[in-house]
């Protein structure tokens, strides 16, 4: 396992809460070296590649390994995100028409009073 301090690009760390299991790429390559395991505000844990692919031979995973190119990660990376574009616009629709729908149901009762007799 190795232990490294995040990078800061434009201020933002690029290792955030939810990015375990993600691959760990030479930005200059394109080439997967790890994967992180976990992490915290100030450190990476993440495990090279190999000791990946060993474990998983070693539990008795046999046969070819293929990683998608850079290319088919940057296009699901993108599907994804149109997708999550299309689902944040039809909450925000549905949000909105159940907002419309709370004026229209708001009934107005008028008071009724009695005389006196």
């Known amino acids: 396992m190795w232990v490294l301090e995040p990078y800061q690009k434009d201020g933002l760390v ?4 939810g990015d375990s ?9 394109g080439s997967v070296f790890g994967i992180v395991i976990a ?12 000791d990946v692919i060993q474990s998983a ?7 070819k390994w293929v990683l998608p190119s850079s290319e088919e990660v940057i296009e699901k990376k993108l599907e994804l995100e149109l997708e999550l574009e299309a689902a ?3 909450a ?4 909105e028409a159940r ?12 008071t ?3 005389e006196p007799s």
Request: charged share 20%; glycine share 6%.
């Open 92 to 95: 925000l629709e549905v949000m």
């Open 112 to 114: 009724i009073s009695k």
């Open 21 to 29: 299991g993600s691959w760990v790429m030479d930005p200059n390559k």
């Open 57 to 63: 031979i070693d539990k008795g995973h046999q046969g």
């Open 39 to 50: 992490s915290t505000s100030y450190t990476v844990y993440l495990m090279p590649l190999k």
């Open 99 to 110: 907002k419309k729908l709370r004026s229209i149901n708001t009934i107005i009762v008028p």
């Open 88 to 90: 944040t616009k039809a």
């Open 14 to 17: 690029t290792v955030q809460r």
